[in-house]
């Protein structure tokens, strides 16, 4: 039998995208049935985990590669006709052309070619985070404290601190801004974003000049926010038995200061299988929280993201981890790891994903198994003193992956069976698999994902 990890490293390298003699990405799948065109794009968010194993390998000039090049597709982006002076953001993915006379072009989709028009915010997140990781392996404060980066990092900050019609501290985004990419009633301010803004501003504050006269009004915004923002969501995110208890005999439709539920949740509308579901010592952050609005769902990456960044505190974040050994057939099973817990049905299912017939319950971002996020699973278990759990996840996932040619997802209640509309030789989800091997093998690699200063660092 070959060796899985040997076959993932296959993939990558095959994976690899040029552009003018460098490698700059790696593209999301090497599927030629993909059943979109955009799967030979290299995806910001997909290309993670590679980054996070080339860094780890001593590759560190992909790396680099990368981050300077989809700096310089921010201002590619083309204005929309009637929208002056548009926020540049990042790019959700892009490709290399090559015109018949040898000559290369980038590019980069904003999300205005993509399915359903979802704007990809969470890729300017990740560029603050990996250009952080990436500083934190290398050394090369130079690349870092460069006139293009420095002018990212702020331009970045900006948009996120911009004023809006905001009464919170998370940030408010459309549906579909993010790793679920299309309508699944994620808009407002999903918990995934909010771990996101939060590592990019720690990230961000780390890595700003502050004798830059230029960044010392964004630093301050900066700091101001990052508190806010873990307060709030410490708080107001965070489920536990006490506190689904306090929700369930809540008084409503008050007004004023310092009252208990702010934001008027109806006891009516806690879901029947959260009671029974939610385990005594243990806890969660909620996917999604807005006026008279909490999403009881659990959603893996934002709850693991939280713990690995900080946003959770020391005792949520061993609680998070709780609930993944005591659920772990609803959030493991057969495949690591659950997208999210449970899968909408029935009128949900209609009126939120609008009938969408790949998010069918059970499947794909409706309560898929997702491979590439048992790297975050495997660095969280870690994190919190759950060796066993990263164990145990890499073991479920080692030779069934490489045996079903790394698909992109799996579907049913326990991640039973290959994704029905999945790619196979999906790349983030070998290098999702390599990084658990190695964060196991050496946890001193979890090192680059602390995303703080000196002065912040533990
Ligand atoms: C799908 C996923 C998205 C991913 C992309 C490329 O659209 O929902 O998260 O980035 O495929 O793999």
Redo the contacts with the bound molecule.
């Keep these: 039998m070959t060796d899985p990890i040997a076959s993932a490293y296959r993939l990558l390298e095959a994976s690899m995208v040029h552009y003018q003699g460098q490698p700059v990405g790696t593209i999301?799948?090497l599927d030629a049935h993909a059943p979109a065109e955009n799967?030979a794009d290299c995806?910001i968010?997909?290309f993670v985990p590679s980054a996070l194993v080339f860094l780890l390998d001593g590759r560190g000039e992909i790396v680099r590669n990368f981050l300077s090049t989809v700096l310089r597709l921010r201002d590619q982006q083309e204005e929309m006709e009637g929208h002056r002076l548009l926020p540049k953001v990042m790019p959700a993915s892009f490709r290399v052309l090559v015109h018949e006379d040898g000559r290369e072009e980038l590019h980069a989709d904003f999300g205005d070619r993509a399915i359903g028009r979802v704007a990809p915010v969470d890729s300017m997140m990740w560029w603050i985070i990996l250009l952080r990781a990436y500083c934190r392996v290398t050394g090369d404060t130079g690349f870092v404290r460069s006139t293009e980066c420095q002018r990212g990092i702020r331009l970045i900050l900006n948009i996120c601190l911009q004023d809006r019609f905001e009464v919170f501290p998370t940030l408010l985004v459309p549906d579909g801004s993010f790793?679920?990419?299309?309508r699944m009633g994620v808009y407002g301010h999903p918990l995934e974003i909010q771990a996101l803004f939060f590592g990019a501003l720690q990230a961000g504050l780390a890595m700003l000049d502050p004798a830059d006269a230029e960044s010392q009004a964004v630093i301050r915004q900066s700091r101001k926010r990052l508190d806010q923002l873990t307060d709030y969501v410490r708080h107001y995110y965070w489920l536990d038995l006490a506190r689904l208890n306090h929700i369930h005999r809540a008084r409503t439709e008050m007004f004023g200061h310092d009252i208990e539920n702010a934001l008027n949740i109806y006891p009516e509308s806690i879901p029947d299988w959260v009671t029974d579901w939610l385990p005594e010592d243990a806890g969660y952050l909620v996917g999604n929280l807005g006026p008279g609005r909490m999403d009881f769902r659990f959603f893996s990456f934002g709850n693991l993201l939280a713990v690995l960044f900080g946003l959770a505190d020391a005792r949520q974040s061993r609680l998070i981890m709780e609930v993944f050994q005591q659920r772990w057939d609803d959030l493991a099973g057969m495949m690591p790891v659950k997208i999210c817990y449970p899968a909408m049905e029935g009128e949900e299912w209609r009126l939120l994903t609008g009938s969408d017939p790949k998010n069918i319950p059970w499947s794909y971002?409706n309560g898929g198994n997702w491979p590439t996020l048992i790297w975050a699973l495997v660095a969280a278990a870690l994190n919190t003193g759950h060796g066993y759990l990263a164990e145990r996840a890499r073991e479920v996932a080692l030779h069934r992956l490489a045996h079903d040619g790394w698909p992109?997802y799996y579907d049913g209640r326990n991640g039973r069976l290959i994704g029905r509309r999945a790619n196979y030789n999906?790349t983030?989800s070998a290098t999702a698999l390599i990084l658990a091997d190695k964060f196991i093998k050496d946890p001193s690699g979890l090192d680059m994902l602390r995303l703080g200063g000196a002065e912040e660092a533990p």
């Design positions: 999301a799948s799967y995806f968010r997909d790793m679920i990419d299309r971002h992109e999906q983030w």
